[in-house]
T-cell receptor, first 113, second 115 residues
Framework: AQTVTQSQPEMSVQEAETVTLSCTYDTSESDYYLFWYKQPPSRQMILVIRQEAYKQQNATENRFSVNFQKAAKSFSLKISDSQLGDAAMYFCAYETSGSRLTFGEGTQLTVNP | ETGVTQSPTHLIKTRGQQVTLRCSSQ?????VSWYQQALGQGPQFIFQ???????GRGNFPPRFSGLQFPNYSSELNVNALELDDSALYLC??????????????FGPGTRLTVL
């Protein structure tokens, strides 16, 4: 069974600074997808970024980028120029064929002004 | 483009009762997945529906059942409610082809409290 581990229950960052959230996963599959979702206090789960395992290039979406290390089964999220609106719970998630998402336990990010 | 919607927003039930939660998928999406998120935890996969058929199920008992309608909207039914069923129930839709993978987009959730 696939598992996703987020080892940082809480992180904090100063506004305008950079923060990296960690995620590791365990799978025997070779073809899969990885995601970072953000869940603010409203509880709406919002897609931040997506990475296909077959792509060597790391995904980037504006201030958000990932460091995908397939051999190490590591998938970290870097948030640059942090903003107050980035404060939320961040979930790392894994998906293989069948579209079943497996989530980590989440990292609560606080952004300090 | 209309996003994923869920109803009701909040619901309070007593132990032993039955509940039905509803989800309308995003326009153009044919697949709906349901997740249960207990307080302080990540979401857990309940099941998925693709073209009105169940297309995968997580580790949940049979008293959790579902339906998908021709317009791709979906219902989650829970019978014989237990206190541990108290959680946020999330619906997500995607434009899968039955075996492929596409990004899932989530609704705002239904908060169920069982007393």
């Amino acid at each position: 069974a696939q598992t996703v581990t987020q080892s940082q229950p809480e992180m904090s960052v100063q506004e305008a600074e950079t923060v990296t959230l960690s995620c590791t996963y365990d799978t025997s599959e070779s073809d899969y997808y990885l995601f970072w979702y953000k869940q603010p206090p409203s509880r709406q789960m919002i897609l931040v970024i997506r990475q296909e395992a077959y792509k060597q290039q790391n995904a980037t979406e504006n201030r958000f980028s990932v460091n995908f290390q397939k051999a190490a089964k590591s998938f970290s999220l870097k948030i640059s120029d942090s903003q107050l609106g980035d404060a939320a719970m961040y979930f790392c998630a894994y998906e293989t064929s069948g579209s079943r998402l497996t989530f980590g336990e989440g990292t609560q990010l606080t952004v300090n002004p | 483009e209309t996003g994923v919607t869920q109803s009701p927003t909040h619901l309070i039930k007593t132990r032993g009762q039955q509940v039905t939660l509803r989800c309308s998928s995003q326009s153009g999406h044919n697949t709906v997945s349901w997740y249960q998120q207990a307080l302080g935890q990540g979401p857990q996969f309940i099941f998925q529906y693709y073209r009105e058929e169940e297309n995968g199920r997580g580790n949940f008992p049979p008293r959790f059942s579902g339906l998908q309608f021709p317009n791709y909207s979906s219902e989650l039914n829970v019978n014989a409610l237990e206190l541990d069923d108290s959680a946020l129930y999330l619906c997500a839709s995607s434009d899968d082809q039955g075996a492929g993978t596409d990004t899932q987009y989530f609704g705002p959730g239904t908060r169920l409290t069982v007393l």
